[in-house]
């Protein structure tokens, strides 16, 4: 049981990493989108495309990864606690309750986010910050999670915007895991059985789960994301009201897109790295594996 937890939390936390730093650039852009409704954005794009290259003209190819400093420090913590919350809860409801298999893997996955916002909250604000902000806001992520602290401490710095993120990324990781783990069933029954499956079923199951979640829960973000980055925004109903009242209604479909772009391939690398990554390391910590290095001691002495 331990060593499976393990097993998910590097597996998570490697996957987590990897899939994070091939997509920040598109985070970023998606960040400025959401945000350039807000006071004194400096910027104003008509599109994911529009928002890149302006980025890389006026401010450099370096300022498409601004806030992964803070990623690179916490993400594979937040990944790590994220799939093994997941594992457990997933396996607990399905031995110990009389749980839908198709509801547990709802209930599973976000309670899986809750645990993992715990890290990813006080990273995606200090993160966040930087991403909208033209210029250099922090020396390090340290500094920044340092200054996000003296700014508000927990509830009103690292942990501001908790809840919109729980009605954000809760049901995200219910829709994402809940559409995934079907098409891994539906994908068995043609392969023969879970263990048949390869790398390209996680792939196109990632990015199928991940790309309806990223789409229904996209204007929840961006209510998230002015709260977080921006405090003279508070609480979800208030922002939602001031949104549509300062910019229209149409302003919680801008971002879709980029978002779609950056969450899809994101979540078809994480899947993909972490499903493999826990075959290798479940054969070469397993039984057998134990067994042949035991072995060998014992024909080395």
Not at 67 to 90: D, R
Request: glycine content about 14%.
């Amino acid at each position: 049981m331990v060593r499976e937890r393990l097993i998910d939390f590097a597996a998570g936390g490697g996957s987590g990493l990897m899939a994070d730093g091939a997509t920040h650039p598109v985070d970023t852009i998606r960040t400025r989108l959401w945000m350039q409704g807000g006071k004194n954005a400096g910027y104003r794009y008509n599109g994911l495309w529009h928002g890149f290259c302006d980025i890389v003209k006026k401010e450099g190819v370096r300022s498409l990864y601004k806030g992964f400093g803070s990623v690179a420090l916490l993400t594979p913590v937040a990944h790590g606690l994220y799939f093994g919350s997941y594992e457990w809860a997933k396996k607990a409801l399905s031995e110990k309750t009389e749980c839908s298999e198709s509801g547990g893997h709802l209930i599973a996955g976000f309670f899986a986010n809750g645990v993992g916002a715990f890290i990813w909250n006080p990273m995606d604000v200090v993160k966040q910050k930087q991403q909208a902000m033209v210029g250099q806001l922090y020396t390090g992520p340290l500094d920044g999670l340092r200054a996000v602290w003296m700014e508000g401490g927990l509830s009103r710095g690292l942990l501001r915007g908790y809840c919109s993120g729980m009605a954000t990324y809760g049901p995200f990781s219910a829709i994402y895991f809940g559409i995934y783990e079907q098409w891994k069933k539906i994908c068995a029954g043609y392969a023969g059985s879970v263990d048949s499956l390869h790398t390209g079923h996680y792939v196109a199951g990632g990015t199928i789960a991940g790309t309806v979640a990223a789409a229904a829960t996209s204007p929840i973000d961006l209510i998230k994301t002015r709260i977080q980055v921006d405090n003279s925004y508070t609480g979800i109903a208030s922002t939602a009201a001031r949104i549509c009242r300062e910019e229209g209604f149409s302003v919680f479909m801008r971002g879709v897109g980029a978002r779609v772009v950056w969450v899809a391939p994101g979540c078809a690398i994480t899947i993909a790295v972490f499903e493999d990554c826990k075959k290798v390391l479940m054969k070469a910590t397993g039984p057998d594996a134990l067994l042949s290095s035991s072995r060998n001691e014992t024909l080395a002495a």
